[in-house]
């Protein structure tokens, strides 16, 4: 293996691209901890959630144990559309930082969506359509995983119902018309439109929103609403499982060249890149098969993973949702609305949140200028503007190659490139102006979370 | 061949890239007409263009003779950050239009700046530093050439100074912050900057902008500055030359399968990305190798080709550029400002001016809610969201297919997919909200600005 003879990007053929999921439960000794129904306090079962999911992704949700899950042939030609994603060795970042480490990056962004959001949203569209409903209903924080819905749902001809957390809507204003454009409906949240969002409203005039809140939101107008359903872009396990597709390939095309990364870095916000990312190389460590060091990068003004406890809660603010056993930093937590958008949910995957509770995974948090600052780099070397919640993968594995300036090892680093940052200009103009801060939550701010935590 | 063998996207890999541009002046028989000194009426010669371009820029843009000319090495390293491009086998819209056409579209959006505009902005950036210079200046309209300048410039760290067309400023406020996240500065145009810009804004107070009248800002402001050049990103020769890169690769990814277009179709506005696009395919028609039927498009309220004259123009409003031979609609044109941003331009490639004039190529217009419901309708089928002006070759390729519908014809049809509309969410809210009208300049108004031609 002599790096000269590696491209640019790696691009696996059609042919090449993975037939199945891979689901990393199925090699965990300590499975993720099951939902649970707060009403009961007993595991959520199948009939419990129906109301909710569609079946098929119930069934995924709840599967431990099947290591691979065959891609329906119309996702797979969905995916052809914008897949495989280039794998990218990051030769003129590693110039720039005069680095002996190797970076490798997979790039998600290339699709109007413009991140891997779409790898789950149209494998729940179809799930929905194929069960003969009329339509979905979801939340969205940045808008990435609205934007991936509504391209999925205007692809199949679903109605698409979209509760956007309204800083998001109104510093992003363009992709609500996107979402538009593919023929969704979007509302900011909270809005006056739900049961739920009309009492948050009540209790807090004025807020700028956020995930959990709208969740609580999309959750009831799906069950409101005959013949629709909720669907959800990260947190849960199938979306874990659907994101797998990215570290499948990344895998794929890193062992066509021999190669094997040293240590792999993605952004956490819910993990549905992280958990995708690092899927099949962390079932090789799960198996005992080769060792990897493993990297969740958060915002430090939502630091679920850094600072949060490992505790059930409720996925949603509005607490119309099953309770998950992940690390928290309390259902009511919303972040400063001086942060850039993006990596705002209070909780994190369950099946990360085990992983980490069990030494598998480390976790770093940054403040979002130095987020920004390697965003700059990054876009001025490799081309590529990047979103802030990437940004956060970027820092992280430049830090880490700068290391390795230092020590001279000769680090291999793979890190997750989730989408680019088109519809965050608001952010940037923020930071080339000076004007963003860097909010940490106190001690005593995150405690008041805790306290309110359910008792189960 | 069968077209169930024929993958979604092809790539070509980093060997198969072209090593060199092809120059399409060399196998016309009538070469276009040279620019003239509008003061002597003589044809431009290198030591004339020197105090506007860099040297080697001007070699290139005089050389009607040599065939391939060598793309740097530096070049095709940055080529390889983001090329080469797919092309799209466009099966979902097939599908939609239910049409036994193939269509093939050669996708040249994926890179930060949106647009292929990148493939002759680096090359430009690369003779000016090269030559050592400071900086380079240039104008922008619907703002892709900025960003894609501004990203080369940043690559390589040159200066640069981008004059943006007034009214894409206005509707495309985040274009200008990409521009400022690799380091350029942006200035609307026209402004008080310059002794033309001063001028232009005396004349007409409360102008939306040209492209032409930003030029001349542009070039005055290259000319005042000690070590800077000016820097174009359409209309001349070796803007095409850069630009053969797509249609080169996209021959040769055909050629893989044997694949052979009948209809070749692509956006004009200056003439950069039809140029590049068709100029191989070109060359076998003008050697007498094989026949294709080229098809230009254009906005109908910009109608160069369509409806105007073939003569000598100033390639600027402010009348400091030579001038070109070029099918116009007079410099001191200015399409309205209801017009959604791009192929504004009064002009034509002083090439495929030639061409149409000689008969290789054929041309059309459409009005701009044509063009959004195309572009709609490609959004949802294929995935991308296409900006406005890569819709008109969109909006005939459908139109194309659907003939093709009609008379059972399987024509494989090419197009030129330009770039995203990410920074174009403006227009198309106008578009959904209904408040998108077609304007179409009159026989009188247009009558007007041919009466104002020079007289060579």
């Known amino acids: 293996m002599t790096s000269e003879k590696i491209p640019y990007k790696i691009y696996l053929s059609e042919d090449e691209m993975p037939m199945a999921w891979y689901n990393l439960r199925a090699d965990m000794t300590t499975k993720p901890a099951p939902l649970l129904n707060p009403a009961t306090g007993k595991p959520m079962e199948f009939e419990d959630l ?6 098929e992704l119930i069934r995924q949700e709840l599967d431990n144990d099947t290591r691979e899950i065959p891609i329906p042939q119309e996702i797979r030609d969905f995916y052809k559309m914008y897949r495989p994603s280039p794998l990218v060795r990051a030769y003129c970042l590693e110039e720039k930082l005069q680095t002996p480490a190797k970076i490798y990056y997979k790039f998600e962004g290339n699709n109007t969506s413009g991140s891997h959001k779409l790898n789950s949203a149209i494998a729940q569209a179809y799930y929905a ?4 409903l009329k339509g979905v209903t979801t939340e969205t924080g940045a808008g990435q995983w609205g934007t991936a819905l509504a391209m999925a749902c205007g692809y199949l001809g679903l109605d698409c119902l979209v509760y956007m957390v309204k800083c998001s809507y109104e510093q992003k204003p363009f992709r609500r018309e996107v979402m538009r454009t593919y ?12 049961e739920v969002g009309r009492r948050i409203l009540a209790e807090h005039p004025g807020t700028t929103g956020s995930l959990g809140c709208a969740i609580s939101e999309a ?17 849960l396990n199938q979306v ?3 994101q797998s597709i990215i570290g499948l390939e990344a895998k794929a095309a890193l062992d066509k060249y021999g190669v094997v990364p040293d240590m792999i870095i993605g952004c956490a916000g819910g993990g549905s890149n992280l958990g995708g990312l690092i899927s099949p190389f962390m079932g090789e460590m799960l198996r005992g098969e080769r060792k990897y060091d493993f990297l969740a990068v958060e915002p430090a003004s939502c630091p679920s993973l850094t600072r949060g406890v490992f505790a059930y809660d409720f996925c949603d603010t509005g607490k119309v949702c099953p309770l998950a056993k992940m690390y928290t930093l309390g259902c009511n937590f919303i972040p400063s609305a001086n942060h850039a958008g993006g990596l705002r949910y209070h909780g994190m995957s369950p099946v990360l949140s085990q992983l980490y509770h069990d030494g598998y995974l480390r976790a770093t948090s940054y403040v979002q200028t130095q987020v920004f600052e390697a965003a700059e780099i990054f876009a ?3 081309g590529i503007l990047p979103a802030p919640e990437s940004s956060h993968a970027i820092r992280a594995a430049m830090d880490e190659a700068i290391k390795c300036r230092e020590t001279g090892e000769e680090k291999t680093i793979l890190f997750g490139l989730t989408g680019t940052g088109y519809f965050d200009m608001v952010a940037y103009e923020k930071f080339h102006n000076g004007e963003m801060s860097d909010y940490i939550p106190t001690d005593d701010e995150l405690q008041a979370g805790f306290e309110k935590l359910p008792q189960v």
Do not use: I, N
Not at 50 to 55: E, G, H, K, N, S
Not at 219 to 234: D, I, K, N, Q, T
């Open 50 to 55: 129906r109301p909710v999911f569609c079946d």
């Open 129 to 132: 359509k194929a069960q003969g």
């Open 183 to 194: 023929g969704a409906r979007v509302t900011p949240s909270p809005s006056m439109e739900t």
């Open 219 to 235: 959750v009831e107008a799906a069950a409101s609403r005959e013949g629709y359903r909720y669907v959800l872009g990260s947190v």
């Open 240 to 242: 874990l499982l659907h």
């Open 380 to 382: 001025r070397c490799e």
